[in-house]
């Protein structure tokens, strides 16, 4: 039986269905714009977009939440990485850095699932990197100024499909996995 994946971001979509067929777990898309409520972490937010898509879509449904969170500007743009995207871009982040020395980061990502009535289950998870000078490489999002550790340099947006293999949601799409295999939802 497929999980229903409530998001509006296609991208995210084709990586978490590529990753979750490695499982055997096949991935619908309810596309979807969830209210974002401002809370200092992804769970909180995560937790909440779960519980209005179970509503939204009359069953279970996963949501997943991610934020970037640069050292040198004390983990900005972390929960507000959407709206920053919007509003200020790659390019604004690379000049925000100019500034600030420390280009260490870390891309965090929660995955909650949620059955209606019930309480949503959430899986983390995060990757060490470093913003990029530059953007590099084509991808969406923040792929083209952000460094993961063991990339040998190169952007997410630089790696094509190899993104997969070491992306901050791989982790906890693991734990997911485990999770729907096991215990069961
Ligand atoms: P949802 O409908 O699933 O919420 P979204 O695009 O709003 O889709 P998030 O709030 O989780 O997703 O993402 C916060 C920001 O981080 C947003 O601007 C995304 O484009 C960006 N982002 C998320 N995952 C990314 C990835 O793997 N690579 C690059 N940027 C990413």
Not at 23 to 43: S, W
Not at 48 to 76: P, Q, S
Not at 78 to 95: E, Q
Request: proline share 5%; charged share 25%; net charge negative.
């Amino acid at each position: 039986m497929s999980i229903t994946f409530a998001t509006s971001n296609r991208h995210k979509f084709n990586e978490v269905s590529a990753i979750l067929e490695d499982y055997g777990i096949p991935v619908e898309m309810a596309p979807m714009e969830l209210r974002e409520i401002q809370a200092d972490t992804l769970e909180v937010i995560a937790g909440e977009k779960a519980r209005e898509a179970c509503l939204r879509v009359d069953g279970a449904a996963m949501v997943e939440d991610t934020g970037l969170f640069i050292d040198g500007l004390n983990g900005f743009p972390g929960p507000y990485s959407a709206y920053v995207f919007r509003t200020l871009g790659n390019s604004g982040i690379l000049r925000l850095l100019e500034a600030a020395p420390d280009r260490g980061a870390t891309f965090r990502s929660v995955f909650a699932y949620c059955r209606p009535g019930g309480a949503p289950e959430c899986f983390p998870s995060a990757v060490a990197g470093t913003i990029a000078l530059e953007c590099r490489g084509e991808g969406w999002g923040y792929d083209p100024i952000f460094i993961a550790e063991g990339a040998s340099g190169r952007t997410y947006g630089e790696l094509g499909d190899d993104k997969n293999q070491l992306s901050h949601r791989r982790m906890a799409l693991e734990d997911l996995a485990r999770w729907i295999h096991g215990s069961g939802r």
